[in-house]
Each structure stands twice: as C-alpha cells, then as structure tokens.
T-cell receptor, first 116, second 116 residues
Framework: GAVVSQHPSRVICKSGTSVKIECRSLDFQATTMFWYRQFPKKSLMLMAT?????????EQGVEKDKFLINHASLTLSTLTVTSAHPEDSSFYIC????????????FGPGTRLTVT | DAKTTQPNSMESNEEEPVHLPCNHSTISGTDYIHWYRQLPSQGPEYVIHGLTSNVNNRMASLAIAEDRKSSTLILHRATLRDAAVYYCILRDVPPFYGGSQGNLIFGKGTKLSVKP
C-alpha cells in the first residue's frame, strides 16, 4: 500500500527554538496533505490542510504564524513549529491524499516533539 | 461532517471475533463510512470503508445497517496485534474526490484490548 514517511520520528528542542518536521509521500503524488496534532490519550486534531503550490488552510484556533506549513511539491510537505514552547509538545502526524488514484488518505508514523 | 458514537473501550480474547459498533444516526446520503485504527505511538492506519453495502477485505469486514444509521467493524479473529484505538469516521465526499474537502475528522474512538 501507499507509504507516507515523517522525519524526524522524535525531536527534543529547547523552548524558543524552531523545529521542522518533514512529511513525504513515497510512492504516490499527494495533491493534498494534512497535519494533525495528538496530545496524550486524546484523539487526533486536524491543524491544517495544504494543497500543493497553495497556502495552507488552518483550522480555527491554530496560529498560522506559529505553525508554518510549506507544500512545495507533490511529495513533500513541511511543518515548522516556530518559537516552540513546552505546551507545543505533542505527537504530530501528517497525512497525504493520493491525487492520482483512489484519493484515499494515508498517514505517516508521527513525530514526537518534546519542548524543554 | 455528521457525528459518530462509539464505546470508549472493548475487550476481546485472542482468536475470537470482535464486533466494534458505531452509531451515526445523522449520516447523510453522501457520507462514506470509514474505519481507521491507531496502534500505540503510530499514525492511523486505514482499515476499511463503505457506503451502503457490506464490505470485506483482508483486514476486516464492515457491516452497514440498512438505514445506514449504524455500522459494525468485524475482526474475524482478533490477534494481539489488533489491540489499538479504532475510529469510525464519516466522510462527506467519495474517496475519489480531490481538494480540501473530505478531511478525516477523528472522534475519540474505541480502545480495543486483546487478551491472550
């Protein structure tokens, strides 16, 4: 089946620094990518949707200047958490929609961010 | 998107069938029923989806009520690896639709425990 990768799988950073998370679709073209955040023992919360070559659409309550999303190609999207704080510590999961076939949505393995 | 209701948790014995229920009484005519599961510390994994007819694949079966107000995910022989949170999600566009619509919105899901 279709594969979505994320890098890094885990990252620890200091408060005030920025962290970039990459999401790649390995064997299909992802016209649309989604970023979710999941706090411990909670469900996934959609943060934003991005279409290749366009600005991302953010969900209500998600700061676009803090969570920068770039979807520059059909196989890569990046999420940058700027000036990270401990409350940004979470499990970030990307998802990619197959634009050339079933339009099904596939998920990456997630990135565990810890801000100290 | 219409809301779904699932039990918070369920238990099963290994190698026995498991029936995971989902109520979606406000489902609309164009809503597809999707099931995803999330193993601990991993991204969600697609299980199965359907519209009106029952569906089978190598992972599971999906039984959809005639009025479509409920559905049941059936794992025919639970294994320890099936222990996960199972999400029943309604998606208001068919799987072959592109664009930003049809985002997967996750509820709380059912945490399935499998006893050896």
């Amino acid at each position: 089946g279709a594969v979505v990768s994320q890098h890094p799988s885990r990252v620890i950073c200091k408060s005030g620094t920025s962290v970039k998370i990459e999401c790649r679709s390995l064997d299909f073209q992802a016209t649309t990518m989604f970023w979710y955040r999941q706090f411990p023992k909670k469900s996934l919360m959609l943060m934003a949707t991005s279409n290749e070559g366009s600005k991302a659409t953010y969900e209500q309550g998600v700061e676009k200047d803090k969570f920068l999303i770039n979807h520059a190609s059909l196989t890569l999207s990046t999420l940058t958490v700027t000036s990270a704080h401990p409350e940004d510590s979470s499990f970030y999961i990307c998802s990619a929609r197959d634009g050339g076939g079933t339009y099904e949505q596939y998920f990456g393995p997630g990135t565990r961010l810890t801000v100290t | 998107d219409a809301k779904t209701t699932q039990p918070n948790s369920m238990e099963s014995n290994e190698e026995e069938p498991v029936h995971l229920p989902c109520n979606h009484s406000t489902i609309s005519g164009t809503d597809y029923i999707h099931w995803y599961r999330q193993l601990p510390s991993q991204g969600p994994e697609y299980v199965i989806h359907g519209l009106t007819s029952n569906v089978n694949n190598r992972m599971a079966s999906l039984a959809i009520a005639e009025d479509r107000k409920s559905s049941t995910l059936i794992l025919h022989r639970a294994t320890l690896r099936d222990a996960a949170v199972y999400y029943c999600i309604l998606r208001d566009v068919p799987p072959f639709y592109g664009g930003s619509q049809g985002n997967l919105i996750f509820g709380k899901g059912t945490k399935l425990s499998v006893k050896p």
